[in-house]
C-alpha cells in the first residue's frame, strides 16, 4: 500500500518556473515506476513524465519534453517535477502516481507492477495566467 501526498502547486505567469513534490508512505514506493499526470477542466488526465524505480530513463510527453524534469529520492520516499518555462495550456490539477501503463514507457523499468486501480495522489493545482 502506498499513500501520495502532493504540493507546490499555484498561479504563476507565462514563462516562470514551478516545482511540484509528491510526498509517499508505504514499503513499496521504490519498487514502482513513478509518474505524474495532470488533468485539465473537460479534459481527460494525460501523462506528463514517468521516471523508473531506479530514477533511470525519465519519459516524458512530447508537450513538456526539454522544460519539465522528473526525478525521485527513494530514501526520502519523494517524486519530484521541475516544471520551468510554464505556458497557459500546462494549467491542470497534477497527480503523482502509479499504475500499469508506465513500464511500457520507452525503458521506465519497475520491480513490481502496481495494484490493477494504480496508486494516487489527491492532487495539486497548477494554473499559469497572465
Known amino acids: 500500500q502506498v499513500q501520495l501526498v502532493e504540493s507546490g502547486g499555484g498561479l504563476v505567469r507565462p514563462g516562470d518556473s514551478l516545482r511540484l513534490s509528491c510526498a509517499a508512505s508505504?514499503?513499496?514506493?521504490?519498487?514502482?515506476?513513478m509518474g505524474w499526470f495532470r488533468q485539465a477542466p473537460g479534459k481527460e488526465r494525460e501523462f506528463v513524465a514517468a521516471?523508473?524505480?531506479?530514477?533511470?530513463?525519465?519519459y516524458y510527453a512530447d508537450s513538456v519534453k526539454g522544460r519539465f524534469t522528473i526525478s525521485r529520492d527513494n530514501r526520502k520516499k519523494t517524486l519530484s517535477l521541475e516544471m520551468n518555462s510554464l505556458n497557459p495550456e500546462d494549467t491542470a490539477t497534477y497527480y503523482c502516481?502509479?499504475?500499469?501503463?508506465?513500464?511500457?514507457?520507452?525503458?521506465?523499468?519497475?520491480?513490481?507492477?502496481?495494484?490493477?486501480?494504480?496508486?494516487w495522489g489527491q492532487g495539486t493545482q497548477v494554473t499559469v495566467s497572465s
Open positions: 502516481g502509479t499504475d500499469r501503463s508506465l513500464h511500457k514507457l520507452g525503458r521506465i523499468a519497475t520491480i513490481q507492477l502496481p495494484p490493477a486501480r494504480g496508486y
Open positions: 508505504g514499503e513499496s514506493f521504490s519498487s514502482y515506476a
Open positions: 521516471t523508473s524505480w531506479n530514477g533511470g530513463s525519465p
